[in-house]
């Protein structure tokens, strides 16, 4: 089973920053694709960064310039740096990761987990 746990999430004005977290624990998988998807109230749940390898990054439109994600293979985590937020920001946040499990150094399948999810309030 591979665990994600997410921290940093809270409330802010209009113009603030927060930044988010989620670290993957449990044994014998492997990380492809990390990212972070939102759901306001009402809404369907919609993917806001993602990084589908090491390196490339992709973002919703709404978040571009704002938000920044990173990632530490090491320490299998992934983050969300998210910068002069607005109201319609306000969501739970969810971490995923995506990639390969392992039973004794063996291929036995694919995983995707989510976190539990983290509320961030953006107030005007």
């Known amino acids: 089973q591979v665990q994600l746990v997410e921290s940093g999430g809270g409330s802010v004005q209009a113009g603030g920053s927060l930044r988010l977290s989620c670290a993957a624990s449990?044994?014998?998988?492997?990380?492809?694709?990390m990212g972070w998807y939102r759901q306001a109230p009402g809404k369907q749940r919609e993917m806001v960064a993602s990084?589908?390898?090491?390196?490339?990054?992709k973002y919703a439109d709404s978040v571009k310039g704002r938000f920044t994600i990173s990632r530490d293979n090491a320490k299998n985590a992934v983050y969300l740096q998210m910068n002069s937020l607005k109201p319609e920001d306000t969501a739970v946040y969810y971490c995923?990761?995506?990639?390969?499990?392992?039973?004794?150094?063996?291929?036995?399948?694919?995983?995707?987990?989510w976190g539990q999810g983290t509320q961030v309030t953006v107030s005007s």
């Open positions: 449990g044994s014998g998988f492997s990380i492809g694709a």
């Open positions: 990084m589908p390898g090491a390196v490339t990054t």
């Open positions: 995923n990761a995506e990639g390969l499990r392992f039973i004794g150094g063996s291929y036995s399948g694919f995983f995707s987990s």
